[in-house]
């Protein structure tokens, strides 16, 4: 998606916090949101922001909103194996926000 | 299971056949909405169906393509004449669209491949 984009690698030592980068183009987005999308499964919706809302958390996950320079973060506190995987950035889109845009993904890989 | 089920899971074909995937999405949900991904990508939108009125169309969606949601329930997503560039994951998501947001939730996707 060329309106949002990602680093394509993340690599964390397990234990320790992942920061999760995301920029995006349209300010008038309603939502912004965070997929997980582990091998050979579907995506899992993670969490969202409201754009008039500059922070969520929610358990290890905390989403930060920088609106004036259109960027997203999603931290993952204490990281676990299970935490790899690819997580997507995305934003709304539409009238009716319906449309999602995505990003090309992030791939998560823990070390010991 | 009550989540987003979409059949069939594989799909081969040859180029130039037609193929018809089902999305059955979660009972409640008013929104239905169609995604392709391939390789290394997000995924990209097709189209979407409010209850069972088609929306909006992606211009991705070529004439090749057609969707329908006859009740309001279940959508198939057909594609004529495949061709190789067709080969993807074709992904469903529904949602029951509020004030307080519109929660995407997918499927297991149907994998094409067009030989």
Redesign the interface.
């Known amino acids: 998606g060329e309106d949002v984009e990602q680093s394509l690698f993340l690599s964390v030592r397990e234990g320790d916090s992942s920061v999760i980068n995301c920029t995006y183009t349209d300010s008038s987005s309603t939502y912004l949101y965070w997929y997980k999308q582990e091998p050979g499964a579907g995506l899992q919706l993670l969490t969202y922001i409201f754009s008039n809302m500059d922070m969520k958390q929610d358990q290890r996950l905390t989403v930060l909103l920088n609106k004036k320079d259109k960027h997203l973060s999603l931290r993952i506190a204490d990281t676990q194996t299970g935490d790899s995987a690819i997580y997507f950035c995305a934003e709304s889109k539409g009238s009716s926000a319906s449309k999602i845009i995505f990003g090309s993904g992030t791939r998560l890989s823990i070390r010991p | 299971d009550t989540g987003v089920s979409q059949n069939p899971r594989h799909k081969i074909t040859k180029r130039g056949q037609n193929v018809t995937f089902r999305c059955d999405p979660i009972s409640e949900h008013n929104?239905l909405?169609w995604y392709r991904q391939t390789l290394?990508?997000?995924?990209?939108?097709l189209t979407?169906f409010?209850n069972e009125a088609q929306?909006?169309k992606?211009r991705l969606l070529s004439d090749r393509f057609s969707a329908e949601r006859p009740k309001g329930s279940f959508s198939t997503l057909e594609i004529q004449r495949t061709e190789q560039g067709d080969s993807a994951m074709y992904?469903c998501?529904s949602s029951l669209?509020t004030s307080r947001?519109?929660?995407?939730?997918?499927?297991?996707?149907t994998r094409l491949t067009v030989t």
Do not use: I, N, T
């Open positions: 929104r909405y290394g990508q997000g995924p990209e939108f979407y409010q929306l909006e992606s992904l998501a669209a947001g519109d929660e995407q939730y997918f499927g297991p996707g």
